[in-house]
């Protein structure tokens, strides 16, 4: 119970925080039999396919580590589902990732935004 409120608070402020960069947000919690795409949003031309990750504290360590390997896998084959299954394959696109910590109810202690996080380039995210 605990973790599904703080997911979804994190979602919450994810979408906050990309509105105001003046994104559009296209659909959230988005289900394939791969996983689940957090929000799927437009930033300009570029659909954008956003992971958040959300926790209370660094106890086990920062929001953006529990992107693993196969979560990757899974992100992956999640977009090219919805790309397909919307006839979206020629749009441009990428996968970023937002990590927030903090409590549910408050603003959050940090928020941060990883673009095109699943990029070959290891700075792209910790």
């Not at 919307?86 to 603003?107: H, Y």
Request: hydrophobic content about 35%; glycine content about 8%; overall charge positive.
């Amino acid at each position: 119970m605990r973790t599904r409120l703080t997911g979804g608070w994190g979602e919450s402020e994810a979408a906050r925080y990309l509105a105001r960069l003046g994104w559009e947000i296209v659909q959230t919690n988005w289900h394939c039999r791969y996983g689940e795409i957090d929000l799927v949003a437009r930033e300009g031309a570029v659909l954008v396919f956003v992971e958040v990750k959300a926790r209370r504290s660094r106890s086990f360590g920062a929001p953006e580590e529990a992107i693993t390997p196969s979560k990757r896998r899974r992100l992956l084959r999640s977009a090219w589902t919805y790309l397909d299954q919307n006839d979206l394959r020629g749009e441009a696109w990428r996968i970023d990732v937002v990590a927030v910590e903090g409590r549910p109810g408050r603003e959050p202690t940090r928020l941060d935004h990883y673009r095109d996080a699943l990029s070959d380039d290891p700075q792209a995210m910790l």
